[in-house]
C-alpha cells in the first residue's frame, strides 16, 4: 500500500486549514473518504478528524494532514484535491484518474 496516494491543492490545503482554525481545532486532522449512495454508487466525503485510526494512511500538505482509511484509499489513490470557486459557488474538487463515470450532478461516482 505504500504506493497509495493522494494530493492535496495548495488552496484546498488553505481551505482545510481554515475549516480547522474556525472549529477551535487547528492541530487536528481532515479526513478524506468515500460513502456508498449517490446515483453513480460512491460519493466523496470530507469530514473532521479528532484521531485517526491505527490503520489510516495520512498525508502531510500545505501544513494540513489528511487521513484516508486504506479502502478508501484503493478509490482514492492518485486523487488531486482541490479548491474552486465557480459560477457563485464555491467547494473542494475531485480530479480522480479512477472514475469511470460521473452522474450528471457531479455529486456521485463510479469506479
Not at 474538487?93 to 469506479?111: A, D, I, L, W
Amino acid at each position: 500500500m505504500a504506493d497509495l496516494t493522494l494530493a492535496v491543492t495548495a488552496k484546498a490545503a488553505r481551505q482545510m486549514q481554515n475549516m480547522l482554525e474556525k472549529r477551535g481545532t487547528p492541530q487536528a486532522a481532515i479526513r478524506i473518504g468515500v460513502a456508498s449512495g449517490g446515483c453513480s454508487g460512491f460519493s466523496y466525503k470530507l469530514e473532521y478528524c479528532d484521531q485517526p485510526g491505527e490503520e489510516d494512511k495520512q498525508f502531510e500538505q500545505g501544513g494540513v494532514t489528511v487521513v484516508v482509511d486504506p479502502k478508501a484509499l484503493l478509490l482514492l489513490s492518485g486523487t488531486e484535491v482541490d479548491f474552486v470557486t465557480e459560477n457563485f459557488k464555491s467547494g473542494f474538487k475531485f480530479r480522480n484518474p479512477n472514475e469511470k463515470e460521473r452522474c450528471g450532478c457531479g455529486e456521485s461516482f463510479k469506479v
